[in-house]
């Protein structure tokens, strides 16, 4: 492993104190590519315009017109954590501004797979909607698109992931990553579209004269679904015309929650959106969902950090769409009851326990086999991992995958059987990259090279999916990795950790550690890490898993934990960490958080 100090623009820094930044912030912002104090700015006004996002205007004439008409809405969401926030606040949000009649539909993983397909359509259609809204897929879904044309259904499709090289027939397409549209956040989330949509709807039913301008919206009212399963469609009766334009904002939270959780990258635009959905979670603001499922995992709404999204409610809600059905955390985030809140965040609790199970062991067996790719000192390790285990849960792989990933800094693709009906002979992957190698455009090349072995592939740069027959893997295998040798040189190859140099003892302080931790920090602009030589004066395992240091930074006494790693220090190492704070019998101490080492 390398570690890399990031470099600091000198006068981007002094400007950013100069304007009254802290100055250990100052330093960081600078070195993420901040040069003024106004970059800094997430009030609202500061969002990037609607009508700038290509489809926005004409997606809101549609749902305007189908609000007036009293059309019945169905909403097709995705089953991670992204597609469920963005139905979530679809539904919340088209009954504020009116819409009688919502329904969802959200697929399952293993017996539906991914996106609106025919079938999905289908099913869309015998519930008896009129207008059918994807959140966080569709724009690959030319079939299933075309299928629910063929059933007179009007479609509207609300995504994020990158197109292929045909788009579906909707009526509308809303996806920054479309071709033509020049809104400035590619990196937008699901949820964070379908916000988008609400707001250039909400300035259209305006326009329209459809709200009482004389007064204000009163506290938003969430929707309730009938809990009759992932499959099927859940009525949500909502209000009528001429009430008081709704408050938008009251969406925020699930918009921070998805976006974060989804590891889009933290542009400047979907910072802001994190920081007001904090902001509110920190003052009670929030669904009853999300307040239940912050005390399910043990954390303090009060203090709410971008990490308790990636880390603590996100793995949560993603668990049901993983192992169970999404169904539960969809409904867990549309319900006002607090009492069913809590009940289904304990639900969603308990199925990500058993999820950790299931990924522990999945874990271990697939180490075990990508380590035997790099046994034989007679050949080159690979530059891409691909690994399948007969028994591998399909619901776990992405997980496992990224885990590999971690592991030997290779681009990874963990594949399990299909658990689908007539499906068995296919396997499912999931894949997760290294900076350098974009994941998808590698499967685009594999699927050019080799016609018919992906039966189907789709996702980002650095999270992609793909659908291969099982007498078809060696194939994959050997082409994946290929791709990877023409694109990755050894100095990509090479693990390496950019931290921000280091850190000042009188930064060692615990106010300063909750400084950190209050502003947002994720994919893109990542978390504040720092680096140089300790000492090692103890060290000890803890749970047979963690390594327990007693460090000495500049000769000062630190605490210090290496979560995941077993093996021994030397007594003195340059270490990688980020700064935490732990409380000992009422007391917060300033602990480092090892990141890694240069051994």
């Known amino acids: 492993?390398?570690?890399?100090?990031?470099?600091?623009?000198?006068?981007?820094?002094?400007?950013?104190?100069?304007?009254?930044?802290?100055?250990?912030?100052?330093?960081?912002?600078?070195?993420?590519?901040?040069?003024?104090?106004?970059?800094?700015?997430?009030?609202?006004?500061?969002?990037?315009?609607?009508?700038?996002?290509?489809?926005?205007?004409?997606?809101?004439?549609?749902?305007?017109?189908?609000?007036?008409?009293?059309?019945?809405?169905?909403?097709?969401?995705?089953?991670?954590?992204?597609?469920?926030?963005?139905?979530?606040?679809?539904?919340?949000?088209?009954?504020?501004?009116?819409?009688?009649?919502?329904?969802?539909?959200?697929?399952?993983?293993?017996?539906?797979?991914?996106?609106?397909?025919?079938?999905?359509?289908?099913?869309?259609?015998?519930?008896?909607?009129?207008?059918?809204?994807?959140?966080?897929?569709?724009?690959?879904?030319?079939?299933?698109?075309?299928?629910?044309?063929?059933?007179?259904l009007a479609v509207l499709v609300t995504d994020h992931h990158l197109p292929g090289p045909e788009l579906p027939a909707a009526d509308v397409l809303v996806n920054p990553n479309q071709p033509g549209c020049d809104f400035e956040s590619k990196s937008i989330a699901g949820v964070g579209v379908m916000f988008y949509v609400l707001l250039a709807l909400r300035a259209e039913l305006r326009a329209r004269g459809v709200f009482d301008m004389s007064a204000d919206a009163g506290p938003p009212q969430g929707g309730r679904a009938s809990p009759s399963g992932g499959g099927e469609a859940h009525e949500v009766a909502s209000r009528g015309a001429k009430f008081p334009q709704p408050k938008l904002d009251a969406l925020l939270p699930l918009v921070a929650l998805g976006t974060v959780a989804d590891v889009v990258r933290l542009d400047a635009n979907n910072r802001r959106l994190v920081a007001q959905?904090?902001?509110?979670?920190?003052?009670?603001?929030?669904?009853?969902?999300?307040?239940?499922?912050?005390?399910?995992?043990?954390?303090?709404?009060?203090?709410?950090?971008?990490?308790?999204?990636?880390?603590?409610?996100?793995?949560?809600?993603?668990?049901?769409?993983?192992?169970?059905?999404?169904?539960?955390?969809?409904?867990?985030?549309?319900?006002?009851?607090?009492?069913?809140?809590?009940?289904?965040?304990q639900l969603l609790d308990g199925i990500n326990r058993e999820r950790r199970d299931i990924e522990g062991g999945m874990r271990d067996q697939a180490l075990r086999l990508a380590e035997t790719l790099f046994g034989d000192d007679s050949q080159p390790p690979p530059a891409a991992i691909s690994v399948f285990g007969a028994d591998f849960h399909e619901g776990v792989v992405g997980i496992v995958a990224s885990r590999l990933k971690d592991r030997f800094h290779r681009p990874t693709f963990v594949f399990a059987a299909s658990g689908a009906d007539g499906r068995a002979h296919e396997l499912k992957g999931s894949g997760r990259s290294i900076p350098g190698f974009h994941l998808r455009d590698a499967l685009d090349l594999v699927a050019k090279r080799h016609p018919g072995v992906l039966l189907r592939f789709g996702g980002h740069a650095m999270a992609a999916g793909c659908t291969v027959a099982r007498e078809h893997f060696p194939v994959f295998e050997q082409a994946l990795a290929q791709v990877a040798r023409e694109w990755l040189d050894a100095a990509t190859l090479t693990r390496r950790?950019?931290?921000?140099?280091?850190?000042?003892?009188?930064?060692?302080?615990?106010?300063?550690?909750?400084?950190?931790?209050?502003?947002?920090?994720?994919q893109g602009f990542a978390p504040p890490t720092f680096s140089e030589e300790v000492e090692v004066v103890s060290q000890r395992l803890v749970g047979e898993k963690h390594l327990a240091l007693k460090l000495k930074h500049r000769g000062r006494p630190v605490d210090g934990i290496w979560f995941g790693h077993t093996e021994p220090l030397p007594p003195k190492v340059v270490i990688a960490w980020r700064l935490d704070a732990d409380e000992w019998q009422g007391v917060r101490r300033v602990r480092f958080l090892v990141e890694g080492a240069e051994l």
């Open 1 to 152: 492993m390398q570690i890399v100090a990031r470099d600091i623009p000198p006068r981007s820094a002094w400007a950013l104190e100069q304007a009254g930044v802290h100055p250990l912030l100052a330093r960081l912002y600078a070195a993420r590519g901040v040069l003024a104090k106004e970059e800094l700015d997430d009030g609202l006004t500061r969002l990037l315009p609607p009508a700038t996002l290509r489809g926005t205007q004409e997606a809101a004439r549609l749902l305007a017109d189908a609000i007036r008409d009293d059309r019945r809405l169905c909403i097709v969401a995705d089953y991670d954590c992204d597609g469920a926030t963005a139905c979530a606040v679809a539904v919340r949000g088209l009954r504020l501004l009116g819409a009688k009649q919502v329904s969802y539909l959200v697929p399952d993983r293993v017996i539906d797979g991914y996106g609106l397909t025919p079938p999905i359509a289908e099913r869309v259609a015998d519930s008896g909607a009129d207008l059918l809204i994807t959140v966080d897929n569709g724009i690959a879904s030319v079939e299933g698109v075309a299928a629910a044309k063929a059933r007179g």
């Open 497 to 522: 950790l950019d931290t921000d140099g280091p850190l000042a003892p009188e930064y060692l302080r615990v106010d300063l550690v909750d400084t950190l931790h209050r502003e947002v920090w994720g």
């Open 277 to 345: 959905g904090l902001r509110r979670i920190r003052t009670s603001a929030m669904p009853a969902g999300i307040a239940a499922l912050f005390k399910a995992a043990g954390r303090n709404a009060a203090a709410a950090t971008t990490f308790d999204f990636g880390f603590a409610l996100g793995p949560r809600i993603n668990a049901a769409g993983r192992l169970a059905d999404m169904t539960l955390g969809i409904e867990c985030l549309l319900t006002d009851d607090a009492g069913r809140a809590a009940e289904l965040a």
